[in-house]
């Protein structure tokens, strides 16, 4: 019923455009604002190899900056070895939203709050 609403908006097509809109801007603002701090993007960059979601390697403590992220409430996961997945739905993501998620990112990364004991327990889901 959700998707059939967005009909008159453009429907399937449009939600995709936004879709590409979300990831292309996340990715653009990871590489500006958190360069320097190991990320590199491993998901395709072509329209046609990509979903709705992008991932982020680091060598580092990908387990941790995720809990740090979670607990600024933006969700991602976690994929060993150290993989980020970060996920955009276009039907209640905004672009703000993907502002502030860099902005935290950045913020994280660079006080290195990650390091924090709380972060690094690993639960039984990640």
């Given at each position: 019923d959700?998707?059939?609403a ?5 429907g399937l097509?449009?939600l995709?455009?936004?879709s ?5 801007l996340?990715i653009?603002?990871v590489?500006s604002?958190?360069a320097?701090?190991?990320l590199?993007v491993?998901?395709?960059r072509?329209?046609?190899?990509r979903?709705?979601q992008v991932?982020l390697a680091?060598s580092e403590s990908?387990?941790a900056?995720v809990?740090a992220?979670?607990?600024?409430g ?6 060993a070895?150290?993989?980020r ?14 502002w502030?998620a ?6 994280v990364?660079g006080?290195?709050e ?9 639960a039984?889901?990640t």
């Amino acid at each position: 019923d959700t998707v059939l609403a967005a009909e008159p908006l453009g429907g399937l097509p449009a939600l995709r455009a936004k879709s590409l809109a979300l990831t292309d801007l996340f990715i653009e603002l990871v590489e500006s604002q958190c360069a320097g701090h190991g990320l590199t993007v491993i998901t395709p960059r072509e329209h046609g190899l990509r979903g709705s979601q992008v991932a982020l390697a680091r060598s580092e403590s990908a387990y941790a900056i995720v809990q740090a992220l979670i607990a600024r409430g933006v969700v991602g996961d976690f994929r060993a070895p150290d993989v980020r997945r970060f996920g955009f739905t276009p039907l209640y993501t905004g672009f703000a939203d993907v502002w502030d998620a860099v902005d935290y990112l950045r913020q994280v990364l660079g006080s290195g709050e990650w390091r924090e004991a709380r972060f690094n327990r690993k639960a039984a889901v990640t």
